[in-house]
């Protein structure tokens, strides 16, 4: 169900509060550019704000407007649960449910604070007590900008809150190639352009500032680990803990690694099964109307959209690889046509 309770938590910021942003684990563009651009306007409206992430974020988005003042649970615990029990409010951006937080989360869940959800995944959790919760849009990012506007506070928009929008946008659509048949996401990007983004320079900072053992670690990926199976138009690739480890791994280096599976001639369901951490974690893609999100759910505890979702699972990479495949052939006849 899509929820805007705009009014309502315009009502409940009214008044100065302690407000927390936090978001997923693994935090990609769109959570790190939602959650600082949330920051930004919250602060000009003269709230005291903190942002959290459980883990860090890759180092293609350390460029972003505010990035410096993000508090990372894994490095600081202590300091991050005296401000999760000092907060007003809780606001989750870009993730559906407490248990994508880790262990913020139980601390989130037993608060007194009042949580509020800006998300645009589906299968909300009930745990909130206000939501911002669309799934048609491209991002959490394009609900932020549509909360400021519903504020009427377009006049608060600058350029740092519009760069970190932006890039919420263009890492969430593939640089607005998928999830993005929504007239007004394109109307709010060319708002965005006229508070002086570069959009060139930030396509640069995000997609080109790859390491020479990212590329290489993208190569092996292909050439190697890279299994098509066209009698079930699908594509996978297995990624060990050893692959990983040879290869340098840094925080978002598998980002869009997926994707290239995808992008096989007749290809319309990708996975990417990875292990690190103890876990097995697996990227989901699809084209059409073939959903990814009840596959994760349904079979892998996991979630996301209809196009894009992931789970982790405590199996091993080998035992998650064979449940995939023994699964595939009741999805047979959806994948031959998913248009």
């Not at 991002?139 to 932020?144: A, I, K």
Request: charged share 20%; with cysteine; aromatic share 10%.
């Amino acid at each position: 169900m899509e929820n805007t309770d705009f009014i309502d938590i315009s009502q409940l910021l009214s008044t100065r509060r302690r407000i927390l942003i936090t978001t997923h684990t693994n935090p990609d563009g769109d959570a790190i550019g939602a959650s600082l651009a949330l920051a930004s306007y919250l602060k000009k409206k003269r709230h005291q704000v903190w942002v959290m992430v459980p883990d860090p974020y890759p180092d293609f988005l350390a460029w972003m407007p505010g990035t410096q003042e993000v508090l990372v649970y894994k490095k600081q615990p202590e300091i991050c649960e005296n401000i999760v029990n000092q907060a007003d409010v809780i606001l989750a951006a870009d993730y559906n449910c407490f248990d994508r937080i880790n262990e913020i989360g139980p601390l989130a869940r037993n608060s007194r604070a009042v949580k509020i959800l800006v998300d645009h995944h589906l299968n909300p959790s009930d745990e909130f007590d206000f939501r911002i919760s669309v799934s048609a849009v491209s991002s959490t990012s394009e609900l932020v900008y549509n909360f400021i506007e519903a504020n009427g506070d377009l006049n608060l928009m600058d350029r740092e809150i519009a760069e970190n929008i932006y890039t919420g946008i263009i890492t969430d659509t593939g640089s607005l190639s998928y999830s993005c048949n929504y007239i007004k996401t394109y109307l709010i990007v060319a708002e965005l352009f006229k508070l002086g983004i570069d959009g060139e320079y930030i396509h640069r900072l995000v997609y080109d500032t790859y390491s020479e053992s990212r590329l290489r670690l993208l190569g092996y990926s292909i050439s190697h680990q890279l299994v098509v199976l066209p009698e079930f138009h699908t594509a996978y690739i297995t990624l060990t803990k050893s692959d990983l480890d040879r290869f340098h791994h840094q925080i978002g280096d598998t980002e869009g690694i997926v994707n290239y599976a995808l992008s096989i001639e007749g290809i319309n369901l990708a996975a990417l099964f990875m292990e690190r951490d103890g876990i097995v974690k697996i990227s989901f893609r699809s084209k059409g109307n073939f959903s990814v999100d009840c596959l994760a759910r349904d079979h892998f505890n996991g979630g996301g959209h209809r196009n894009a979702a992931g789970a982790n699972c405590s199996t091993t990479i080998n035992e998650t690889v064979q449940l995939f495949l023994k699964i595939l052939p009741q999805f047979q006849s959806q994948l031959n046509s998913v248009y």
